[in-house]
């Protein structure tokens, strides 16, 4: 076997809060080679992938860069001797275009403008991509914002690529576009990747190497063509995944939500949905897609839109206050900029929308009773309710987030994504709350990219492309492929939903 | 999952902690230093009760509007007009008080003052432009209208019954030895709750502070009407924004705008009504300005809203939002009257002020900043 580009061996780091977030980790990346790293929220992988790319320093243990032992004092170093690191949250500047993001990390002075435009036009051609280099990065859609982070890396020559969840937030086509790359650049170029991900699917089709952490230690290192997502899927969780079964048959009562002609000027158009009492509703749909529009603007929270809400009959006007004193719940899809206040305790996020329902004066006993109750029904791990919520995990923020809508004013459910970013463990939790939401009557409307979570625990999936709803199966009479064709595939003729 | 390492007895390392009590002790601290120096030189009496009710005095003009200040940033907006809007306020009070009366044009000052609030919420908040270009406008033109309205000239109540009731209110001697009793008995009744039910030790050592603080200064302390407005309108702001429901959204909104609005809450209402009570409580200053002299001169208060703001950063009011407590603005606003006032008794000369106070500023801005980056940053960074 090749030697190493990257040796790490027993890489350690222990936080001044006494965290101990890795006990000893070895790990050894070689050129031309994918390398995925798993591991759930909390595991030590964003904390690794700092340490590699010079953004935090270890507490112990040797990292070995090209044979020489190497420490590097600040992320500019790391990417000087070679390592380029995309992290989750793709820091460009927005108010710079294409081509200036794709060269920030150029010194000089006087450089031909030509000569970098032809130099960035030929590696777009060498990756097979095509970006407008004048655009500004903030007005391009987020997977074209990725692919310039991953032009910019290879820009600065790296020899090894460090992939933090490139396809999170990516749908369907445009994570192709990123395997496309990550495959040409391990296997034509010969360069060393390191792809962190959450999808076993893609890690077992992308990746020829895994290494999987848990707790601080490495769970499994081995060959992929060894593994199976089931052999990953165990390592990562530590424990068996409960695999979630649809009830056949549930009980579903007379329809609650009736929203007709809601539409949102050039995002979504005129849409009718129903969802009836304790009834499950999926909407299928890549980025885009109208999907988030749709929730939002049952919730009342778009700016501009038109529409009638009616919920068990009753009428509710467009916005979110009206909204939650009618009883709906919004799950938002971006939990850290839509979901919770940054600053407050665990109790004082359960209870954000309910305080003022009663009296003007607090009750924080009242207050953390039901927070105590609300963590102990969604198992969030937890010391106490005084957490501040930035402390938790993906998962159990996520939790939080879902917890302040467990109130009995609750009479519809909004769900946005709530399973991304989040451990399989958590993410089986939550689908499990859900169901349970529906059993007790709930009406609930779940969107998800993870289709083969809405076939799981929907009783209906409507699918939405281009702001509208093109198709609508009973979750029994389709699987993920035939949700990811209708979504993203060629479709025949467009059906019209009921 | 990350092993929590979770800190032995919270409410005790909290309570009294650097971070959270800081500007406590550094009050405490200056008060001791300058008391020693000024013994030194042959000043005695620095810490008198009579030097101490000066200092009180001297801070509730800039306390007012720093309690209003530390509403505004804690929805994570700015308001850099108060001392336009006070000028105003007393420049209407003056001006009218012959005509109309003191208490009809008192009103007239406060309602202006809530308008021009009013005004730079609705802009803020309906036009999307960001509150510090705003308030910088409206800083500027309320300055102008003062002029426009005063004419460039100082004005004066002429009426002798008007003025002796402005001077009443503003300038009357009134003892506090009673209630300052009342207080640190409330406190302890408080105290023993919070001790009970939460091992808090925070109320217990207020009431004793109270206490030993109303022996100090006797039987015989007197202060001046601005103070107590300003302990009464402390103590209104600290209510609303710890004990109702009005204070926990205010905190939402500055925290996240965007998630307050996704839990229901107006997010516009509750900035627009900060800026309306910025306005209100400059207004007020304002008045209390205005029936200081009697008059008032086009220039008045110039300058003063960057100390109140420097008294809510000294008390730790984030600018970002979302964080930040009307009493500590208070305790800043002190800290820099104190240094005045110590400045003033020991001769040091005007010079140096500035520049010490500057250097105060962020110093504790410092403080804040590098404490924030405790442990609980690095947890976080461990998820």
Same mark, same amino acid.
């Given at each position: 076997?090749?030697?190493?580009?990257?040796?790490? =061996?027993?890489?350690?780091?222990?936080?001044?809060?006494?965290?101990?977030?890795?006990?000893?980790?070895?790990?050894?990346?070689?050129?031309?080679?994918?390398?995925?790293?798993?591991?759930?929220?909390?595991?030590?992988?964003?904390?690794?992938?700092?340490?590699?790319?010079? $953004?935090?320093?270890?507490?112990?243990?040797?990292?070995?860069?090209?044979?020489?032992?190497?420490?590097?004092?600040?992320? +500019?170093?790391?990417?000087?001797?070679?390592?380029?690191?995309?992290?989750?949250?793709?820091?460009?500047?927005?108010?710079?275009?294409?081509?200036?993001?794709?060269?920030?990390?150029?010194?000089?002075?006087?450089?031909?403008?030509?000569?970098?435009?032809?130099?960035?036009?030929?590696?777009?051609?060498?990756?097979?991509?095509?970006?407008?280099?004048?655009?500004?990065?903030?007005?391009?859609?987020?997977?074209?914002? =990725?692919?310039?982070?991953?032009?910019?890396?290879?820009?600065? %020559?790296?020899?090894?690529?460090?992939?933090?969840?490139?396809?999170?937030?990516?749908?369907?086509?445009?994570?192709?576009?990123?395997?496309?790359?990550?495959?040409?650049?391990?296997?034509?170029?010969?360069?060393?990747?390191?792809?962190?991900?959450?999808?076993?699917?893609?890690?077992?089709?992308?990746?020829?190497?895994?290494?999987?952490?848990?707790?601080?230690?490495?769970?499994?290192?081995?060959?992929?063509?060894?593994?199976?997502?089931?052999?990953?899927?165990?390592?990562?969780?530590?424990?068996?995944?409960?695999?979630?079964?649809?009830?056949?048959?549930?009980?579903?009562?007379?329809?609650?939500?009736? $929203?007709?002609?809601?539409?949102?000027?050039?995002?979504?158009?005129?849409?009718?949905?129903?969802?009836?009492?304790?009834?499950?509703?999926?909407? $299928?749909?890549?980025?885009?897609?109208?999907?988030?529009?749709?929730?939002?603007?049952?919730? %009342?929270?778009?700016?501009?839109?038109?529409?009638?809400? /009616?919920?068990?009959?009753?009428?509710?006007?467009?916005?979110?206050?009206?909204?939650?004193?009618?009883?709906? $719940?919004?799950?938002?899809?971006?939990?850290?900029?839509?979901?919770?206040?940054?600053?407050?305790?665990?109790?004082?996020?359960?209870?954000?929308?309910?305080?003022?329902?009663?009296?003007?004066?607090?009750?924080?006993?009242?207050?953390?009773?039901?927070?105590? +109750?609300?963590?102990?029904?969604?198992?969030?791990?937890?010391?106490?309710?005084?957490?501040?919520?930035?402390?938790?995990? %993906?998962?159990?923020? =996520?939790?939080?987030?879902?917890?302040?809508?467990?109130?009995?004013?609750?009479?519809?459910?909004?769900?946005?994504?709530?399973?991304?970013?989040? @451990?399989?463990?958590?993410?089986? @939790?939550?689908?499990?709350?859900?169901?349970?939401?529906?059993?007790?009557?709930?009406?609930?409307?779940?969107?998800?990219?993870?289709?083969?979570?809405?076939?799981?625990?929907?009783?209906?999936?409507?699918?939405?492309?281009?702001?509208?709803?093109?198709?609508?199966?009973?979750?029994?009479?389709?699987?993920? /492929?035939?949700?990811?064709?209708?979504?993203?595939?060629?479709?025949?003729?467009?059906? /019209? +939903?009921? | 999952?990350?092993?929590?390492?979770?800190?032995?007895?919270?409410?005790?390392?909290?309570?009294?902690?650097?971070?959270?009590?800081?500007?406590?002790? #550094?009050?405490?601290?200056?008060?001791?230093?300058?008391?020693?120096?000024?013994?030194?030189?042959?000043?005695?009496?620095?810490?008198?009760?009579?030097?101490?009710?000066?200092?009180?005095?001297?801070?509730?003009?800039?306390?007012?509007?720093?309690?209003?200040?530390?509403?505004?940033?804690?929805?994570?907006?700015?308001?850099?007009?108060?001392?336009?809007?006070? &000028?105003?306020?007393?420049?209407?009070?003056?001006?009218? #008080?012959?005509?109309?009366?003191?208490?009809?044009?008192?009103?007239?000052?406060? *309602?202006?003052?809530? &308008?021009?609030?009013?005004?730079?919420?609705?802009?803020?908040?309906?036009?999307?432009?960001?509150?510090?270009?705003?308030?910088?406008?409206?800083?500027?033109?309320?300055?102008?209208?003062?002029?426009?309205?005063?004419?460039?000239?100082?004005?004066?109540?002429?009426?002798?019954?008007?003025?002796?009731?402005?001077?009443?209110?503003?300038?009357?001697?009134?003892?506090?030895?009673?209630?300052?009793?009342?207080?640190?008995?409330?406190?302890?009744?408080?105290?023993?709750?919070?001790?009970?039910?939460?091992?808090?030790?925070?109320?217990?050592?207020?009431?004793?502070?109270?206490?030993?603080?109303?022996?100090?200064?006797?039987?015989?302390?007197?202060?001046?009407?601005?103070?107590?407005?300003?302990?009464?309108?402390?103590?209104?702001?600290?209510?609303?924004?710890?004990?109702?429901?009005?204070?926990?959204?205010?905190?939402?909104?500055?925290?996240?705008?965007?998630?307050?609005?996704?839990?229901?809450?107006?997010?516009? *209402?509750?900035?627009?009504?900060?800026?309306?009570?910025?306005?209100?409580?400059?207004?007020?200053?304002?008045?209390?300005?205005?029936?200081?002299?009697?008059?008032?001169?086009?220039?008045?208060?110039?300058?003063?809203?960057?100390?109140?703001?420097?008294?809510?950063?000294?008390?730790?009011?984030?600018?970002?939002?979302?964080?930040?407590?009307?009493?500590?603005?208070?305790?800043?606003?002190?800290?820099?009257?104190?240094?005045?006032?110590?400045?003033?008794?020991?001769?040091?000369?005007?010079?140096?002020?500035?520049?010490?106070?500057?250097?105060?500023?962020?110093?504790?801005?410092?403080?804040?900043?590098?404490?924030?980056?405790?442990?609980?940053? &690095?947890?976080? &960074? #461990?998820?």
């Amino acid at each position: 076997m090749v030697t190493p580009l990257l040796l790490a =061996q027993g890489v350690a780091k222990t936080f001044p809060n006494g965290t101990i977030a890795l006990h000893g980790v070895d790990l050894a990346l070689r050129a031309g080679r994918v390398h995925g790293l798993l591991g759930a929220n909390g595991a030590g992988k964003s904390t690794l992938v700092k340490i590699l790319s010079g $953004a935090l320093p270890a507490s112990g243990g040797t990292v070995t860069w090209r044979g020489a032992s190497a420490r590097w004092t600040g992320p +500019a170093r790391a990417r000087a001797a070679g390592i380029a690191t995309i992290y989750q949250h793709v820091p460009l500047v927005p108010t710079l275009s294409v081509l200036e993001n794709i060269l920030l990390d150029r010194g000089g002075w006087r450089r031909d403008r030509r000569d970098q435009r032809a130099e960035v036009a030929a590696l777009l051609a060498r990756v097979g991509h095509e970006l407008d280099l004048d655009a500004l990065v903030g007005d391009l859609p987020i997977g074209a914002r =990725q692919m310039v982070a991953i032009v910019q890396a290879l820009a600065s %020559g790296a020899d090894l690529i460090v992939m933090d969840e490139p396809t999170a937030s990516l749908a369907g086509h445009e994570r192709e576009t990123v395997y496309r790359i990550v495959r040409m650049l391990a296997h034509a170029e010969q360069r060393a990747i390191l792809f962190i991900s959450h999808f076993l699917d893609e890690i077992v089709s992308l990746t020829d190497e895994v290494t999987v952490l848990r707790d601080g230690r490495v769970a499994l290192n081995a060959e992929t063509a060894t593994l199976d997502e089931a052999a990953i899927a165990a390592a990562i969780a530590g424990r068996s995944v409960t695999a979630l079964s649809r009830t056949a048959d549930r009980w579903i009562g007379a329809p609650a939500l009736v $929203a007709t002609g809601l539409s949102v000027p050039g995002r979504l158009g005129a849409t009718d949905i129903t969802v009836a009492a304790g009834e499950i509703v999926g909407i $299928a749909g890549l980025l885009g897609s109208g999907r988030s529009e749709l929730l939002h603007a049952i919730f %009342g929270a778009h700016p501009v839109q038109t529409g009638n809400v /009616q919920l068990h009959g009753q009428p509710v006007g467009p916005s979110p206050e009206e909204a939650v004193a009618a009883g709906i $719940a919004l799950v938002p899809e971006d939990r850290a900029a839509q979901g919770y206040i940054p600053q407050f305790e665990i109790w004082k996020n359960i209870g954000l929308p309910h305080v003022g329902a009663g009296s003007w004066l607090l009750d924080p006993a009242a207050e953390r009773g039901a927070a105590d +109750a609300a963590i102990a029904r969604l198992a969030i791990r937890t010391p106490d309710a005084d957490t501040i919520v930035t402390d938790l995990s %993906g998962g159990n923020a =996520q939790k939080v987030v879902i917890a302040k809508w467990l109130g009995e004013r609750t009479r519809l459910l909004l769900l946005d994504e709530p399973t991304a970013g989040i @451990d399989i463990g958590a993410r089986t @939790d939550i689908l499990q709350l859900i169901q349970s939401f529906a059993d007790d009557g709930l009406p609930v409307l779940l969107v998800s990219s993870e289709f083969s979570e809405l076939i799981a625990i929907c009783d209906r999936i409507l699918v939405m492309r281009d702001g509208r709803i093109v198709a609508e199966r009973r979750a029994g009479d389709i699987d993920e /492929q035939g949700l990811i064709l209708l979504a993203g595939g060629t479709l025949p003729t467009v059906e /019209q +939903a009921a | 999952m990350t092993i929590w390492t979770k800190p032995a007895s919270p409410t005790w390392r909290t309570g009294l902690g650097l971070r959270d009590a800081g500007v406590y002790y #550094a009050l405490l601290l200056l008060l001791i230093v300058l008391a020693l120096v000024a013994n030194a030189a042959g000043r005695p009496g620095y810490l008198s009760p009579a030097n101490l009710g000066n200092i009180l005095y001297q801070a509730s003009l800039v306390g007012i509007m720093g309690v209003a200040m530390t509403v505004v940033l804690i929805t994570g907006a700015f308001d850099l007009s108060v001392g336009s809007v006070a &000028a105003l306020a007393a420049a209407i009070l003056v001006g009218l #008080a012959d005509g109309i009366g003191f208490v009809p044009a008192a009103g007239a000052a406060l *309602a202006t003052a809530a &308008a021009v609030g009013l005004l730079n919420g609705a802009i803020v908040n309906f036009l999307g432009i960001n509150a510090f270009i705003v308030t910088l406008g409206t800083l500027t033109a309320v300055r102008g209208l003062v002029l426009v309205l005063t004419d460039g000239r100082s004005l004066m109540v002429e009426n002798g019954d008007t003025l002796a009731r402005m001077l009443a209110f503003e300038s009357s001697r009134i003892p506090l030895f009673g209630a300052l009793l009342v207080v640190a008995a409330l406190l302890a009744v408080r105290a023993c709750l919070a001790f009970i039910r939460a091992r808090r030790v925070g109320p217990a050592i207020a009431a004793l502070a109270v206490l030993l603080l109303a022996l100090f200064l006797g039987r015989d302390f007197t202060v001046a009407p601005p103070v107590l407005y300003l302990a009464i309108v402390t103590t209104a702001a600290w209510f609303v924004l710890a004990r109702t429901v009005t204070g926990r959204r205010l905190y939402a909104v500055g925290g996240n705008a965007e998630a307050a609005r996704l839990s229901g809450i107006d997010v516009r *209402a509750y900035k627009i009504g900060a800026f309306v009570v910025s306005g209100l409580a400059a207004g007020f200053a304002g008045v209390l300005f205005g029936c200081r002299l009697g008059a008032v001169n086009p220039t008045a208060l110039q300058g003063s809203e960057l100390t109140v703001i420097a008294a809510a950063i000294l008390g730790g009011t984030s600018l970002f939002g979302g964080a930040g407590s009307v009493v500590k603005t208070v305790t800043g606003a002190l800290i820099l009257f104190t240094l005045t006032n110590g400045f003033n008794i020991l001769n040091l000369g005007a010079n140096y002020q500035g520049m010490i106070e500057g250097i105060v500023v962020i110093a504790a801005a410092a403080i804040y900043t590098v404490g924030g980056r405790g442990p609980r940053r &690095a947890a976080g &960074a #461990a998820l």
